[in-house]
């Protein structure tokens, strides 16, 4: 796999670096800054840029805007952002389209886990650290969604299935599947996304009301 990094701690950017290749992908293009990045990502090609959410040049969420960027500019790139801080605004377009990923930085030390999410999100599929979206989750909200809802909410984030989440509350099957249903409604999701509207139903919530 051919892989660009975005990060502006070298420390960490080399040790990424050498995790990945060690790991037989090819590292084909390294940046410190969100403006650098988007420019290495257009000359490359990769087929996935893992980017750091704060980023110079303002070390806000310029490197989720340049995610945004990327994707807009170059839709075949996947996009795996890392961050020690939760971000949600620019991540519900990412999600819907697939081959996004959004990990604690801590995840790199589980390099088996990170090795598989990194393939996961390279084929177009999806990787949400359940952390993420757990800290959120805790936060008070006053949103549409009943408590109920909000625990059904939480467990999907977890990548929990309805029969999962059947068993962890205690409910059967069919009274998961009403909820999910609801929940769906309620964010406005339409019926016919499949592949990626539960992750997508989350981080919809988390932008809106997290």
């Not at 604690?104 to 999410?117: H, N, P």
Request: glycine fraction near 10%; include cysteine; proline fraction near 3%.
């Amino acid at each position: 796999m051919r892989i660009v990094i975005g990060e502006d701690s070298t420390l960490f950017r080399e040790g990424l670096a050498s995790l990945l290749s060690h790991a037989g992908h090819e590292v084909v293009g390294r940046a410190a800054d969100a403006e650098a990045l988007v420019a290495v990502v257009g000359e490359q090609e990769p087929d996935l840029a893992i980017v750091d959410v704060r980023m110079p040049p303002d070390l806000t969420d310029d490197g989720a805007r340049a995610a945004r960027r990327i994707r807009q500019a170059q839709p075949g790139v996947a996009i795996l952002l890392l961050s020690q801080h939760v971000e949600t605004r620019h991540s519900v377009e990412l999600v819907s389209q697939g081959g996004f990923g959004y990990l604690l930085k801590d995840r790199v030390l589980e390099v088996d886990d990170f090795l598989e999410s990194i393939a996961r999100v390279a084929a177009g599929g999806s990787a949400l650290d359940p952390e993420v979206v757990g800290r959120l989750l805790g936060r008070p909200t006053t949103g549409a969604l009943t408590p109920r809802e909000r625990e059904v909410l939480g467990l999907m984030a977890e990548g929990c299935t309805n029969v999962a989440i059947a068993r962890r509350l205690w409910l059967t099957e069919r009274t998961v599947e009403t909820h999910v249903g609801s929940i769906m409604a309620k964010l406005g999701l339409a019926a016919n996304v499949e592949e990626h509207r539960r992750v997508l139903a989350v981080l919809t919530y988390l932008a809106e009301y997290g």
